[in-house]
């Protein structure tokens, strides 16, 4: 290699490059060339720590900063040149950290990081990394603290936005569910065509007959039907339930007594259901129930717009619009001749079925939005339901309809959304429906509920070592069955 040249009076270095482990002169380079190379280097390297808009402070093994940034000053609130010089345990000791992560890094000769709070309030990520000179002994100690509580806000405001996204999406199913006065609740088609047809007679002062199964709302239908007419105006809107009442006191609930009528009559008498819903709506639920004297004399109330009291003498007018319901077969129980023929022709004028919850899937999921914001508002709570819940309550074929569902929900909100409730819930109840007169064969009818169980908690639980743990057996028994029943894949 060539040695130094002074060429004008200016020093002047050789280059050289390896070529097979030999070194080949390339020419020189001036002294002033270098100097200004590395200047244009330490002012790069000043200026991204600098302008770092994390904070960073540099240290010796022994605590003792060398050098601090601008962004120091704004997540401490003291400035970058009070650090230079002080030792990391003087700033603890003055409550500008809680903690400094340099002698773990020491002590560990690796990167270390914590959260911690600053004295301005900030919380903050602080990281600390090793530096080595070239024998591979720490040198440094570069510290970089980052601002994690503008991080913690920004993932609030997102979670905000989603919940207000959630809001919104919910409002617009329940918009586009034809929502009528807040009291029938409905995306199907089925119901859809009960919504026109409701549309259609509810001015209209004919009898309607609602059947359907129970739970299925056939008394949210009625009340839907008075809030329509304009008979909510005039009158009021009672119902009785021919069910609950003890055969000996339906015609004194339904036609009122007068004072002396039977032994224990209040007096001055009281006025009956016909009698109070003058003008208005009355809704007689469960009908079928209904004995078969008493239905004479309600055939005859239908036809004359007159009745008497019970132990009274004069007749009474009435102007009210008779709905009734049931969840039994009226053609069934006339053939039986458990209901009056004539009753049924007199009340049929207008018959409403509506389907069951199984059969009209499409309400299940605007239901559970309904329910939710019904029982959340009850409870003072907010409370969601996951998406695969949801798919799970539509997948089951409710055998106790819109009323049952309604109770799961509400018992979902107060219990603070616990899924297990939900899946309790259909398991069991799938389980109670399965019909013995129904089973051919009892180990495959077991092996298919095992599945079942089975699948349905590794979907919650993602894992079969969770899905053992709460199922209550092994690891390897749920291996076991998955391969029985070629369901490892």
């Given amino acids: 290699m060539k040695p130094i040249q002074i060429v004008d009076h200016v020093y002047h270095y050789p280059v050289v490059e390896m070529r097979d482990r030999r070194p080949y002169y390339l020419g020189v380079i001036s002294l002033a060339t270098i100097y200004q190379f590395l200047l244009n280097e330490f002012n790069e390297l000043d200026a991204i720590i600098e302008n770092s808009y994390d904070g960073l402070y540099i240290s010796t093994p022994e605590g003792i900063n060398l050098r601090a940034n601008p962004a120091i000053e704004r997540l401490t609130g003291i400035k970058q040149e009070f650090f230079v010089g002080k030792s990391l345990s003087d700033l603890i000791s003055m409550g500008v950290f809680s903690d400094v992560v340099t002698p773990k890094v020491v002590a560990t000769k690796k990167i270390h990081s914590t959260i911690q709070r600053v004295n301005t309030g900030k919380e903050t990520l602080v990281t600390g990394s090793p530096v080595f000179d070239k024998n591979g002994e720490l040198y440094r100690v570069i510290t970089n603290v980052r601002d994690v509580s503008e991080l913690y806000q920004l993932k609030k405001d997102l979670e905000d936005v989603e919940k207000e996204r959630v809001r919104l999406e919910n409002e617009l199913k329940q918009v586009n569910a034809s929502i009528l006065h807040d009291n029938l609740i409905f995306q199907s088609i089925e119901m859809g065509k009960i919504a026109k047809v409701i549309t259609e007679i509810s001015h209209l002062d004919v009898s309607v007959l609602i059947t359907g199964e129970s739970g299925v709302g056939k008394e949210v239908i009625a009340e839907q039907i008075h809030r329509m007419s304009g008979r909510k105006s005039t009158g009021g809107y009672l119902k009785i339930n021919c069910a609950a009442i003890p055969r000996d006191l339906i015609e004194s609930?339904?036609?009122?007594?007068?004072?002396?009528?039977?032994?224990?009559?209040?007096?001055?008498?009281?006025?009956?259901?016909?009698?109070?819903?003058?003008?208005?709506?009355?809704?007689?639920?469960?009908?079928?129930?209904?004995?078969?004297?008493?239905?004479?004399?309600?055939?005859?109330?239908?036809?004359?717009?007159?009745?008497?009291?019970?132990?009274?003498?004069?007749?009474?007018?009435?102007?009210?619009?008779?709905?009734?319901?049931?969840?039994?077969?009226?053609?069934?129980?006339?053939?039986?001749?458990?209901?009056?023929?004539?009753?049924?022709?007199?009340?049929?004028?207008?018959?409403?079925?509506?389907?069951?919850?199984?059969?009209?899937?499409?309400?299940?999921?605007?239901?559970?939005?309904?329910?939710?914001?019904?029982?959340?508002?009850?409870?003072?709570?907010?409370?969601?339901?996951?998406?695969?819940?949801?798919?799970?309550?539509?997948?089951?074929?409710?055998?106790?309809?819109?009323?049952?569902?309604?109770?799961?929900?509400?018992?979902?909100?107060?219990?603070?959304?616990?899924?297990?409730?939900?899946?309790?819930?259909?398991?069991?109840?799938?389980?109670?429906?399965?019909?013995?007169?129904?089973?051919?064969?009892?180990?495959?009818?077991?092996?298919?509920?095992?599945?079942?169980?089975?699948?349905?908690?590794?979907?919650?639980?993602?894992?079969?070592?969770?899905?053992?743990?709460?199922?209550?057996?092994?690891?390897?028994?749920?291996?076991?069955?998955?391969?029985?029943?070629?369901?490892?894949?």
Wanted: charged share 30%; proline share 3%; with cysteine.
């Fill in 253 to 489: 609930e339904l036609f009122g007594y007068e004072e002396g009528a039977f032994s224990g009559a209040k007096k001055g008498g009281k006025i009956g259901l016909f009698e109070a819903a003058d003008k208005g709506t009355l809704f007689l639920d469960e009908i079928g129930e209904l004995p078969l004297e008493m239905q004479a004399k309600l055939l005859r109330v239908l036809q004359d717009q007159e009745f008497r009291r019970l132990g009274g003498t004069r007749n009474i007018k009435t102007d009210c619009r008779i709905i009734a319901a049931t969840n039994q077969d009226l053609t069934l129980l006339v053939k039986e001749r458990k209901f009056r023929q004539d009753l049924y022709f007199r009340l049929n004028i207008f018959p409403i079925s509506i389907p069951p919850l199984r059969e009209r899937k499409e309400d299940i999921e605007i239901l559970v939005v309904y329910f939710l914001e019904k029982f959340n508002k009850k409870y003072n709570k907010n409370i969601t339901m996951p998406y695969d819940m949801v798919t799970l309550l539509k997948r089951f074929n409710w055998p106790g309809n819109v009323r049952e569902l309604s109770n799961l929900i509400e018992r979902y909100v107060v219990l603070s959304g616990e899924k297990e409730i939900i899946r309790s819930y259909v398991q069991s109840v799938e389980y109670a429906t399965i019909q013995t007169s129904e089973i051919r064969d009892l180990k495959k009818t077991v092996e298919d509920f095992e599945q079942k169980i089975i699948l349905d908690t590794l979907e919650e639980e993602k894992s079969s070592y969770q899905a053992a743990l709460k199922l209550g057996v092994s690891q390897s028994y749920i291996a076991r069955r998955l391969k029985k029943y070629k369901l490892d894949d």
